[in-house]
């Protein structure tokens, strides 16, 4: 077969493999950056969960709550709101992050978008990261599935909350919202409907 020559008389072929090298290098190099940012990424959220259990330490030693909420945190002004770097437009959740009291030990949670550190011991040196699918109410099976009850709060046919959240959640944003003397499930039914569903949601360890 003939080689055909360019006007500067490098052969065709020798011309495509220097092309085809260049663009596996950027791929590599590219693919080094991308890593490299990721990983600053998962540090940068393991740092944020460390200072909301730092904060909420702080927030319990003086309320002596069993499970404290970042909205909680963020209306104290203990943290600012704090922002999802893995999606520059968008906040983590201040409902689903909390650190959770239990005796001796405490147990924080940061959702930021479909990344989460989920139940870690504030005091770890390290954190799991996970990505999590949205929660839906449509059942799924597998052993990467969490299920929770979740509580909406009717009258009138309307969600008066605009959403479903967890027991204790629920009775605290009702309490907020509506008066202290709602402090039980049992206090908020006396008065309102309570929606009762079952959410999933699938969760992945990826760090």
């Known amino acids: ?27 590599i190099l590219l693919f080094i950056v991308i890593n490299n940012n ?35 945190l963020i209306n104290t002004n203990l943290v600012t709101r ?7 437009d968008e906040y983590c959740d201040v409902y689903e992050s909390k650190v959770v009291f239990d005796g001796n030990t405490k147990k924080v949670t940061l959702r930021c978008g479909e990344y989460l550190i989920y139940n870690q011991d504030v005091t ?8 999590v699918s949205d929660w839906s109410f ?39 919202n509506y008066g202290g003397k709602y402090n039980s499930l049992k206090s908020i039914k006396k008065n309102y409907d309570v929606d009762e569903k079952t959410a999933y949601r699938k969760r992945t360890l990826v760090s």
């Open 1 to 27: 077969m003939k080689v055909r020559f360019n006007e500067n008389g490098r052969g065709t072929y020798e011309f495509l493999t220097v092309a085809v090298t260049c663009l596996i290098l950027s791929a």
């Open 38 to 72: 990721q990983k600053e990424r998962y540090q940068v959220f393991r740092y944020n969960a460390k200072i909301v259990g730092i904060n909420a330490v702080n927030y319990n030693n003086e309320t002596s709550e069993n499970i404290v909420y970042l909205y909680e």
């Open 82 to 88: 704090i922002k999802n770097n893995f999606s520059g």
């Open 124 to 131: 770890a040196k390290d954190y799991s990261i996970y990505k």
């Open 138 to 176: 449509d059942e799924m099976n597998g052993d990467n599935v969490d299920i929770v009850k979740v509580y909406g709060l009717m009258k009138n046919g309307k969600n008066l909350l605009g959403g479903y959240y967890e027991e204790s959640l629920f009775i605290k944003l009702v309490a907020d």
